[in-house]
């Protein structure tokens, strides 16, 4: 066995991991086809106020006015939103799977995730994932966002855990990097095969 630590708790990233990611930009794009928008003109604007949405110190409505309803459209706000929430689907065998292993080995599961708010509680409610997860280190809640290494450092305070009793499963390289380079063994999720394999080798089968 890789480890002689038994692991008691896994760290999760929500979009990439459990769900489809929430606003990338395949949905942008996507959206911006739908509603007819001008692609680059959104990315310039998503990019210059997403991140204050993200750590939680605007609104949906306020980053949305910044991005699209910053002149007048021939749709509404509540349809641009439905839509954008649409696009989020589940990862029925990961979900599935924690689960399994949460009840199998008593693991505390926490996630750790860059999310606004209302696309946050959104995806959450929906797919009952506080049903799974013990813990929401979300950014819109803590005002901390990855790639900020303090926002592992308070999710290891929330859950009361050593790094040596974690595993992190996350889809982008850089922060599983952030993550190690904290002590906290880190897998760097690709499918559900991988990292069930990845997983076996901590013991957790």
């Given at each position: ?21 929430g606003w990338d930009a395949p949905i942008r794009q996507r959206t911006a086809s739908h509603f007819q928008l001008d692609l680059a003109e959104l990315e310039d ?161």
């Open positions: 066995m890789a480890d002689a630590i038994p692991v008691t708790c896994l760290f999760l990233d929500i979009g990439g991991v459990l769900l489809t990611n604007r998503h990019h210059l106020t997403f991140d204050t949405y993200e750590e939680g110190k605007i609104t949906l409505e306020e980053y949305l006015g910044r991005v699209v309803f910053y002149q007048k459209r021939p749709f509404t706000l509540a349809q641009f939103q439905e839509f954008m929430f649409a696009q989020s689907k589940p990862y029925p065998r990961m979900i599935e799977w924690v689960r399994t292993l949460k009840a199998e080995y008593g693991l505390k599961i926490v996630v750790v995730s860059n999310e606004g708010r209302e696309l946050n509680a959104h995806r959450i409610r929906g797919f009952n994932l506080d049903t799974l997860v013990d813990s929401f280190v979300s950014s819109c809640f803590v005002h901390l966002r990855k790639p900020d290494a303090d926002i592992f450092r308070l999710a290891l305070d929330i859950a009361q855990v050593r790094t040596d009793q974690v595993i992190y499963i996350e889809n982008t390289p850089m922060f599983v990097r952030i993550a190690e380079g904290l002590g906290i063994r880190s897998i760097l999720h690709t499918d559900h095969e991988n990292t069930r394999s990845k997983l076996a080798s901590f013991g957790l089968t």
